[in-house]
């Protein structure tokens, strides 16, 4: 699907995945892009869960991407309700908002913890995907095409950046666990997912990327390497293991076996994407599922790359 001249909607537009892609949207030609969001501070300011508001954003517009959501896992072990009214109900309000106002697509923008969800927030948005794929089952329009997430390095709330600050200021750092391993995606690798979505996805797909992992503890080392720590006996005396919290979990899922015997895979500038059909036949009877255990690692020379270019960023 093209990009050039249409109307695109962003929900969740002013946080950091939002403004990165809503940059890239106006530069391959949208004709407007429009940001509807709690924090956007525009004439679209408003909440999914107001049915009413987005109705009026929605108005003529071509295509949604859905990023608007209670992510904050801790958060949402606490407020279970707040988390299912934002992250449930409020993705229903956009198919329906969308449907009325004859919008082409939605890209759905969901998680890896969405895969055999252990905390709250990974059980909405499991729940939200069942949702969607239940309406795609009915309709196909508009076409609903679901993307799951990493961990998105150098957004707001990730642990990176703490763990450059405390290596900077001589502190130890405040590891959960260092033996967790998690997908670890830049934001840019989100915003070109979304768009392979947005251009490759049909109806009822789910689509990830071959996503590389990290563990918490490498992240960790990478981080002190970067502030000058040279020495592997400092690094391993200045990690202080606090323990997993509520919610937690060892390892991600970002894709189920079963989704993977449903899967073709695609490339696209250097990356390679998997195509979901939750909903279609099996292809591979023999798939095992892609978690943060069995991918590709990657390696300190590498995350400390990765650091040392978020942190030129901030």
Known sequence: MKIKDKIIVVTGGAGSFGKVIVNRLMELGAAEVRVFSRNSGNKWQGDIRDLFALKK???GAHYIIHSAAL???????????????????????ILNAAKE??????????????????GTMGLTKALMEKMVLAECKKSSSPLCTIVRFGNLMGSAGTVIPLFVKQAKEGKSLTVTNPKMTRFMMTIEDAVNLTLVALEKGENGEIIVERAKS????????????????????????????????P?????ETMATAEEISKSTEISRNGKLYLKIAPLGDVINSQAEEYNSCNAQQLTPEEMV??????????
């Not at 490498?218 to 720590?229: D, I, N, P, Q, T």
């Open 101 to 118: 106002a004859e919008v082409e697509k939605v890209i759905i923008i969901s998680t890896d913890k969405a895969c055999f969800p252990m």
């Open 71 to 93: 992510k904050d896992v801790h958060y949402c072990e606490s407020n279970p309700q707040e988390a299912i009214d934002i992250n449930v109900n409020g993705t229903l309000n």
């Open 214 to 245: 990290a563990s918490i503890g490498l992240l960790a080392e990478s981080a002190m390497l970067y502030s000058g720590v040279k020495s592997d006996t400092e690094r391993n005396d200045r990690i202080k293991v606090t323990g997993a919290r």
């Open 57 to 59: 954003a929605l108005y």
């Open 247 to 251: 919610g937690e979990k060892l390892f």
């Open 305 to 314: 790359k990765i650091i040392q270019r978020l942190d030129s960023q901030v």
